[in-house]
């Protein structure tokens, strides 16, 4: 004689949170292919947001929305990458997601 469960065991799957870093980056990462690596990184990890530019005073704004654990991973693979030489600091802001972006790209500066 088998048992039977009476209330078959159900698994659930809770999707990650999905949050927003603003990460500024200070130091010589302006000319040094900065964002095109960033783009190149953010893609390959599955970012699903967000944008990568270069600012007035010489340092680059990052804005990416995705799981925490995909963004800290973005954020160890820039600065474990070429890049890693030419950044001197980087100011990390977490906050919730708010979307309104179509992937991951490039913005320009405005001036």
């Known amino acids: 004689m088998s048992i039977v469960p009476r209330y078959p065991f159900v698994m659930s799957v809770v999707p990650p949170v999905t949050?927003?870093?603003t990460a500024?980056?200070?130091?010589h990462v302006q000319g040094v292919g900065f964002r095109y690596t960033a783009i190149e990184l953010a893609e390959r990890l599955g970012v699903t947001g967000g944008y990568v530019m270069n600012l007035m005073n010489g340092d680059v704004e990052l804005v990416a929305e995705g799981p925490e654990t995909t963004l800290r991973e973005l954020l160890a693979q820039i600065q474990r990458s070429?890049?890693?030489r030419y950044i001197l600091r980087v100011d990390q802001q977490w906050s919730p997601a708010r979307g309104g972006f179509a992937g991951f790209d490039l913005r320009?500066?405005?001036k």
């Open 24 to 27: 500024l980056f200070e130091g």
């Open 82 to 84: 070429h890049l890693g």
């Open 19 to 21: 949050v927003r870093l």
């Open 108 to 110: 320009f500066t405005e």
